[in-house]
């Protein structure tokens, strides 16, 4: 299932450059399976080239930035679709996330501060290290005591936010990953 929700991701911005821009760029898809504290979160990063090539002119078509508001509209037509597809109505919950979320689903177009977008050696190192690390480094792990796992995360409202977990979720945590 997750090489489909990649594929979904992919497909979701190829239609919008395709309506927006009239032309083809690379896409690299990648998946996450967990969230900063360690816990089970998929999601997707997307990389997309600075531009792509318009079939019928054969023109390069910069892309300096995509709107946001369609771009959330868009993600969640293709993901509801799929999941639609995938599972069915499920009672309502589809057409109800649909409902719930008029405005689309959330995207979050990068940190230009974070990733060095700049120069390509800096953005691959970068991504090497972000895709390599484990859910939880070893270095983050406080203690280990009583059938439990303590551990910090750096979390976006806090500066540090301590977490413990039985023995047994925090393996799961990391198998899952």
């Known amino acids: 299932m997750y090489s489909e929700l990649m594929s979904v991701g992919h497909e979701c911005l190829e239609a919008l450059i395709q309506e927006l821009l009239h032309s083809d760029t690379i896409k690299i898809v990648f998946i996450h399976t967990y ?3 360690g816990s089970y979160n998929p999601h997707l990063h997307i990389l997309l080239a600075e531009g792509g090539l318009n079939p019928d002119t054969n023109q390069w078509v910069p892309i300096n930035r995509l709107p946001l508001s369609k771009l959330r509209l868009k993600w969640q037509a293709h993901l509801l679709e799929f999941m639609l597809t995938r599972v069915g109505e499920l009672n309502g919950i ?16 990068g940190n230009d501060k974070k990733v060095p977008t700049k120069n390509y050696r800096g953005l691959l190192k970068y991504l090497t290290k972000y895709l390599a690390s484990p859910p939880i480094g070893v270095s983050k792990i406080t203690s280990v005591s009583g059938g439990h796992v303590s551990y910090y995360y750096q979390s976006y409202s ?3 936010r301590e977490y413990e977990s039985p023995n047994e979720v925090f393996m799961e945590h990391l198998l899952a990953a």
Do not use: E, Q, W
Request: overall charge positive.
């Open 35 to 37: 969230g900063r504290n």
């Open 94 to 109: 589809i057409k109800g996330l649909r409902d719930k979320h008029p405005k689309g689903f959330y995207v979050h177009p």
């Open 158 to 160: 806090s500066k540090r």
